[in-house]
Each structure stands twice: as C-alpha cells, then as structure tokens.
C-alpha cells in the first residue's frame, strides 16, 4: 500500500469514528477537553516560537540525518538544509499549543521528552511551569546542537536537562534517576514495537495522575498498531485520539468505554448533544 492511499485511508477512517465533546461522559475527559483542547488563550511562549521558527527558516545551513527512527517521508537526503529540517520535523504550532496547555493542565513537575529534534516542543514542555524538572533526549548530536541554540536563546532554565543519545540507551539511565513521571512525550521513533516498549520502560514511574503522550499514532500501519497495543495496556484507563496525539490516562475508576477518538465539534456540528 502506498504511503499516501494509507494516510487518506487512515485519515477518513478517524473521521468516521470520532467523537465530539458532547460525546464525553467523564469529567477527568470533559476538563481536558476544555482546558487543553479548546482553550484560545494567548501565551507568550506561542510568540516566542514563532520567532525561533522564523529565525531558524531564514537559517542557511546544513545537518546531517541519522535514520534513528522511521524512515523520513519528506526527504531521504543525508544532508539536509535546517529550515527544511524545522519546517518539517518540528511540532507544528497547533499542535505545540495542545502540548503547553496539556503541560500546564496536568501540572507536570517532572517531564521526560522523546526526541527533542530542533527543541520547539521541548520550549512548550518547559514554559508550562520553568520550576518543572524537563529531561529531553535527542539522538542526533547536530540536531542536538540546533536545540542548544534554540535553549540559548529562548533562555531556558538549569531545570532543562539535555541528553544526546539513543533512546535504546539513554532512556532507562534517565528513568532510573527520577522518583515519577508526571508527563512523557513519547516522539523522533514511529516504529512498532519501539513505540511500545518506550512507554512500558516508563510505567514503573507513573502513577494515578499521569499523562503520556504519543505522536503521530496515525503516521503508519505500524504507529497504528502500536496506539491500538498502547490503549490495551492495563495500567490505562482512558485515552484520547487527537489524530496528531494519542493521550493516555492512569486515573483509577474510569470506565471502560472511555477510549476515544476526538474531533473538534465545527467538523462534524450535527454532533451538538441535541439528540443524544
């Protein structure tokens, strides 16, 4: 199957499946989806990446790619320019603004960040909460470098740990220093079974009021398979499909039917409550 008959048939399939938030019955589900979803609020750090975006679009140079993860579906170059590399592998802003209210909903003190890449969704993590312990983790040291900038000049604090490396190696030393996992954002590996194995390695961490987030669960028959395997998991008890984000709840006493997939209402507006 071609890359792209996949994703408009992923893509349509989401569509007809999902649910509105007048389809939510849990009220842990039903705040989420109005403090973190629908909340239109301006933040400055939503200024702030802009111009980090546009500083690095007008940047000339050039990094080389490791294929640590998936293969890329934009190039297969083993140099690329840096503004294409922000341009397409960075979060995008709606995206990065669901991250930073997820953050500040969830009052995340301890954040663990698969897959830093140019450090734009690593600057929604940290500017949720600053006093908040973030541990990021990148496994190209160039794209590493361009996060340090963006740290630099964004003036990120001593509470922003960086970490160069494979996740393979560099997640379970990290897990092994920390007491709990408030928030994990699991991103930069969309391959079955890693995606997997990454949040099982964290479980031991987590607790009643954590979040995990996955990224791109729609990206690939194998992301697909791995958010299918992920919401099947015991220790979940709600999750929520964003199409872009998968979100995945530990709160004990949830029912059983509260896995769902999400679309904004104005994409489907006879799903009003009317009738239900």
Not at 77 to 99: F, M, Q, T, W, Y
Not at 258 to 271: A, D, F, G, S, Y
Request: net charge neutral.
């Amino acid at each position: 199957m071609s890359y792209w008959f996949f994703r408009i048939r992923s893509a349509l399939a989401w569509y007809f499946s999902a649910s509105t938030r007048y389809d939510l019955h849990s009220p842990l589900l039903a705040d989420f989806v109005e403090k973190v979803v629908r909340d239109r609020r301006p933040y400055h750090i939503y200024e702030l990446t802009a111009q980090l975006r546009e500083y690095w679009k007008n940047h000339p140079g050039e990094v080389t790619t490791l294929e640590l993860g998936a293969p890329s579906k934009v190039s297969s170059a083993n140099r690329r320019k840096i503004s294409e590399l922000v341009k397409h592998s960075a979060i995008s802003p709606d995206c990065g603004r669901i991250l930073f209210r997820l953050a500040l909903w969830s009052e995340a003190e301890t954040i663990v960040e698969l897959g830093t890449n140019a450090g734009i969704s690593t600057l929604y993590l940290h500017y949720a909460d600053r006093r908040a312990q973030l541990h990021t983790i990148e496994g190209n040291p160039e794209v590493a470098g361009l996060a340090r900038k963006t740290f630099e000049i964004a003036r990120c604090r001593a509470s922003l740990h960086q970490y160069v490396g494979t996740f393979e190696e560099l997640l379970q030393p990290v897990l092994d220093e920390l007491d709990r996992v408030d928030l994990l954002f699991v991103d930069g590996d969309h391959r079955y079974p890693q995606a997997v194995e990454y949040v099982k390695n964290a479980l031991p961490k987590l607790h009643a009021g954590s979040v995990v987030v996955v990224a791109d669960i729609h990206w690939s028959e194998g992301m697909e398979r791995a958010w299918a395997e992920l919401i099947g998991l015991p220790e979940v008890t709600a999750s929520l499909d964003l199409y872009h984000f998968g979100i995945l709840f530990f709160k004990p006493g949830m029912t059983p039917d509260q896995h769902l997939t999400l679309v904004n209402t104005r994409w489907k507006p006879w799903r009003v409550g009317f009738f239900s």
